[in-house]
């Protein structure tokens, strides 16, 4: 009997040093760089992209569709998997390897257009898939492309001196571009193997949690990714990509996922950098606070406040900012209509229409260029170009400082406010923090997503769904803005060639005149393009498209449903919008409405 209490008590205290010895190997994280981590993740990002060559070294015109499409199925499987990586690391051959097929002009001057035709996994998709006959040249010439292109990204990488930091970084970004572009079909036009390919983005993030085991120094929090990251995988495994919840998706899971890694930087003991334009701390894909909005202000300009909120809010309002002294800023953007104007086309100072319609200012500060035709590179430059154009305030700027000194309450008011007090550029840093306001994330849609409410319809949440997959809105349109400010970086705004008509005859369409952003360069690949604009608010910002065209959202449903111009036969050469139908129903177009409308800002909830 003593013998086996002996044994036993042995047992138990092998078990409790090997316990400890468990402990002592815990990796304790600094901020040193680089991380100790770098090769394990290094060495997983080879094997992503020598899978992902391997198939692709296989593919030849010589081969059978089924073989080539057999072979990118693979390849694209193992690419997808690279993906979280790539898009951190090397973000450039990331756009290279995921840009859609549609050609992309380069302009530097006059002198200096190029057009570059993609050669990426989306072109070459859409060859194999697209039911349409192949050009063996064009064909080869992708093929060859990736088959050089892989190996190359393999041999150039950088993942050398990465911290800990960058890594969690990368993880975060990962999880908003799959909630943001990854489950909408943004690069499976074909296929619409967004949810499979979804989870191989996951189970990169897996591999490089596993990386870090011993580092989390709460061995509960890296079980608790593992759950998550599982009962996401199957989530998307068992979905549908017509019928699938992105809503409950983002709600359920990315919204989880946002809040692990800030428990994992406090894990760590690692700050994630706040110099970018997401805010690393927000928990929530729709909270107000998500985006990091200094990021979105000219640099060196002053923070926000209720003060300077205030004081460009009466500049905004104040009609001597006008050479007539009639004219301001709220004439062609009402508060009441989600600051829009309600007309076609903005009227002049002259009574007579401009040449385009008056876009919302909600959410514009979320954009990184301006005007339909992107002329603008930030809100203080828009204001310019306002005030200078002779149908509008036109008043150089050098006057309207005047006016602003002339008055008393304006000097007391930036003298307390700006350090150089009134100058023209204080005079618009105002209007524009004004502006910058302006995007509350407080929409019925956005509360029922903070977990603030549980009010949203069937029909509300289906729409949501239909924009985020089947409707395709959402591969323009992105969250959480749902306007063309591409995540996860949010640099960059897109534009679109929808081939929008003049008229609203769907059976017998003429082509709108307005070229876009043709001008000022003219090159033909430009023409009729235009900036996407926000569906936020949109049931107060009719009438539509930027000729205001459409005059309720059913007809703009109708026309995306349509394919477009193309769609409806109008000879549209560089149109972006797929022509095809969407083979929406009368049931699934009401709800992408209702969706819409409950996007609309609590403080025009009630506007009609």
């Known amino acids: 009997m003593k013998n086996k209490l002996w044994l036993l008590q042995v047992l138990l205290g092998l078990i409790l040093l090997g316990s400890c010895q468990e402990e002592k190997k815990r990796i304790v994280l600094t901020e040193k760089e680089p991380s100790a981590f770098n090769e394990a993740i290094r060495e997983q990002y080879f094997k992503t992209l020598d899978s992902a060559s391997f198939f692709i070294q296989q593919m030849d015109t010589a081969n059978s569709l089924t073989i ?3 072979l990118f199925r693979k390849s694209r499987k193992w690419y997808k998997r690279a993906e979280p990586l790539l898009m951190a690391y090397d973000y450039e051959n990331y756009l290279s390897m995921n840009a859609p097929n549609l050609i992309k002009v380069e302009i530097d001057d006059y002198t200096d257009v190029k057009l570059r035709k ?14 349409d006959a192949i050009s063996n040249i064009d064909l080869n010439n992708v093929i060859m492309y990736l088959k050089a292109r892989i190996p190359y990204i393999r041999k150039n990488h950088i993942i050398i001196r990465q911290s800990d930091r960058h890594h969690l970084k990368m993880i975060r970004d990962a999880i908003v571009n799959i909630a943001t572009k990854g489950i909408t079909g943004f690069d499976s036009p074909m296929l619409s193997n967004s949810l499979q390919e979804a989870i191989e983005n996951y189970r990169s993030l ?33 979905g549908d990509f017509d019928t699938f919840s992105r ?60 003060s300077r909120v205030a004081l460009g809010r009466t500049l905004f309002n104040d009609p001597s900012l006008s050479e007539d002294g009639v004219m301001n800023c709220a004439t062609c953007h009402i508060r009441e209509k989600a600051f829009t104007d309600g007309n076609a086309k903005a009227i002049g100072n002259n009574g007579q229409p401009l040449q385009r319609n008056s876009p919302t200012l909600s959410y514009s500060v979320y954009q990184t260029t301006f005007f339909y035709d992107g002329r603008g590179d930030d809100l203080e430059t828009q204001i310019v170009s306002v005030a200078n154009n002779e149908n509008e305030f036109h008043l150089d700027l050098n006057t309207m400082e005047e006016r602003v000194k002339a008055n ?50 069937e029909q ?36 679109e060639n929808l081939g929008v008509p003049k008229n609203a005859n769907f059976e017998h369409p003429i082509l709108d005149d307005d070229l876009g952003q043709y001008f000022p360069y ?24 930027h000729n205001g065209v459409y005059t309720t959202l059913d007809e703009v449903v109708q026309f995306y449903n349509v394919g477009g111009g193309q769609g409806m036969g109008l000879d549209v050469p560089y149109q972006t ?12 177009s009401k709800a992408i409405i209702a969706f819409m409308k409950s996007l609309t800002d609590r403080e025009f909830e009630h506007t009609d």
């Open 460 to 495: 509300e949440v289906l729409g949501f769904n239909l924009f985020m997959g089947k409707a395709a809105c959402a591969t323009c349109h992105f969250p959480p803005t749902f306007n063309g400010t591409v995540p996860p970086r949010y640099i960059e705004t897109e534009f």
């Open 522 to 545: 003219k090159v033909d690949e430009k023409k009729h393009f235009f900036k996407t604009s926000t569906v936020r608010n949109a049931n107060l910002t009719a009438p539509y498209m």
């Open 408 to 457: 008393t309450n304006y000097h007391v008011q930036f003298d307390s406010l700006y350090t150089d007090g009134v100058t023209n550029r204080n005079v618009r840093n105002a209007i524009a923090t004004y502006i910058r306001s302006l995007a509350p994330f407080d929409s019925k849609f956005d509360r029922n997503m903070q977990g603030k409410e549980d009010s949203l319809t």
């Open 247 to 306: 809503y409950h998706f983002i709600k359920d899971h990315t919204n989880k996922q946002l809040k692990l890694v800030n428990r994992t930087a406090q894990d760590w003991h690692i700050e994630l950098n706040t110099s970018r334009p997401l805010n690393p701390l927000a928990e929530n894909l729709f909270a107000k606070d998500f985006f990091n909005l200094k990021r979105f202000s000219l640099p060196g300009s002053p923070p926000m406040s209720l």
């Open 118 to 131: 993609p050669k990426s996994y989306q072109v070459l998709e859409e060859m194999l898939f697209g039911g």
């Open 577 to 588: 919008l797929p022509p095809d139908s969407l083979n929406l129903s009368d049931h699934e």
């Open 206 to 238: 897996k591999s490089v949690l596993y990386a870090y085991e011993m580092a989390f120094q709460d061995p509960t929090l890296f079980n608790d990714w593992m759950k998550e990251i599982q009962s996401s995988i199957e989530a998307l495994d068992a």
């Open 68 to 70: 080539n499409q057999d």
